[in-house]
């Protein structure tokens, strides 16, 4: 059975004043925290224990979570000190929580619809990524050249979504500290080691207050929607 990782420990300075007190992923959207949604969802696949990596107002966490009994599994939170360890640091900090197999991660600050199902329990290579087109103000890198061909010769421009399952070899060469996990992408992706799949559903990266103000409007309505339909 999968473990997963959710990334938590940003600092949330674009989204302030509301991160001055609680973290990005608590903040609310539909009525719960926005990290909650992601929880709900690797339980409906069957995930039992995630590991939630902290660093900004760590306490919040567990405060506002517990030890995840309330989602019918099991929460384990990876504190990585006063300043966040980024993605990759992150991660090789969780890998004693996480074991010895594939793992998923999602970003804590994205609203996904994505069908986790979809994922791989075992991918073909080091890592497997769920990807979204490449905004247009964006220009690609060497990770987006390298594996937007994965989804097809037609499929344009793409780049990570947040969500994606890793083997813990990604890391093996790496020491403790602070560092990117998109390098060791491209380098995956340049050995053919990395595999991908489009996105399916709504997304948002959830990094202004007016993005979370419209988003949570967005999921309100559509529960509401969803509740009249099927009332009737």
Known sequence: MMKALIFAAGLGERMRPLTLTTPKPLLSVGGKPLIAWHIERL???GVRDI???TSWLADRFPEILGDGSDFGLRLHYSYEGETPLETGGGMLAALPMLGESPFIVINGDIWS???L?????EPAGLAHGVLIPLPAFRTPGDFETLA????????????LSGIGVYRPELLRDR???KFSITPLLVAAARAGQYSAEPHQ?????????????ALDARVIAATQQDLSVTNR
Request: proline content about 10%; cysteine-free.
């Open 43 to 45: 339980h409906a696949i």
């Open 51 to 53: 590991v939630i990596n």
């Open 113 to 115: 619809t994505h069908p």
């Open 117 to 121: 199902a979809t994922l791989p329990d």
């Open 148 to 159: 937007s061909p994965l989804l097809g010769a037609d499929a344009g421009m793409h780049t």
């Open 175 to 177: 020491r403790a500290g």
């Open 201 to 213: 559903g709504d997304w948002e990266d959830v990094g202004t207050p007016a993005r979370l103000s």
